[in-house]
């Protein structure tokens, strides 16, 4: 089987995986992080606020979840980029990074990657902190899209050539079967009919 081109799709869905995870990881690290009401406990400050940037961060952790191209966080992703209205969510087993994974991170990654293996309840609670900052980023960054104007349907164009009309459809002044009539319709200001008489001469009257 020939080898997926780096730039090709899932090269692509890599790469918006990795933008969110640097904004997740800034977001983490910066006072906007009260934003999203996490716990002040032990657990958030000692261990989930320092260390889980730096997973994010880490190139061997992004791999490991590029790869899981099938069941994992990523094709959530890429449903929800195709089809508008989706919101991908982290689930608890995306947090369950095995060793053979883990082991070429960085120190402060691979501790908290070994940590999360080994508890359930703390995949649950990154799990709820990852979802939390992804609604807060995933909403900063959705496009806003133009105002709609109004549609305008354009004006009526004048006859080119004159209508004639029933008799009955004239004015109630109008007279005879010797006169020629002919309707004009003026955009803005009204229908109105011509009449010729005998004399020769045009007057214009607004029809009924």
Not at 66 to 78: D, H, Q, T
Request: glycine share 4%; hydrophobic share 45%.
């Amino acid at each position: 089987m020939a080898a997926e081109q780096p730039n090709g799709p899932a090269a692509s869905h890599g790469e918006k995986l990795a933008a969110l995870l640097d904004k997740i990881a800034a977001l983490l690290c910066s006072e906007q992080v009260a934003a999203l009401g996490l716990p002040d406990d032990e657990i958030h400050r000692e261990i989930m606020l320092p260390l889980l940037p730096a997973m994010l961060r880490d190139s061997a952790i992004r791999q490991h979840w590029c790869e899981k191209s099938a069941s994992g966080f990523i094709s959530r992703l890429k449903s929800a980029l195709e089809n508008p209205g989706e919101f991908p969510l982290w689930k608890a087993a995306d947090f369950e990074i095995h060793v053979a994974a883990s082991y070429q991170a960085g120190a402060d990654a691979r501790a908290l990657a070994d940590t999360l293996l080994s508890e359930e309840s703390l995949r649950e609670t990154t799990a709820t902190i990852m979802n939390a900052a992804l609604h807060f980023v995933w909403e900063a960054s959705a496009p806003v899209l133009p105002k709609q104007e109004p549609a305008v349907a354009p004006p009526s164009p004048l006859p080119t050539a004159p209508v004639f009309v029933p008799r009955d459809f004239l004015c109630a002044n109008s007279t005879a079967n010797r006169t020629l009539r002919r309707i004009m319709r003026i955009p803005g200001a009204g229908t109105f009919i011509l009449r010729r008489g005998i004399t020769g001469k045009t007057k214009a009257f607004r029809a009924l």
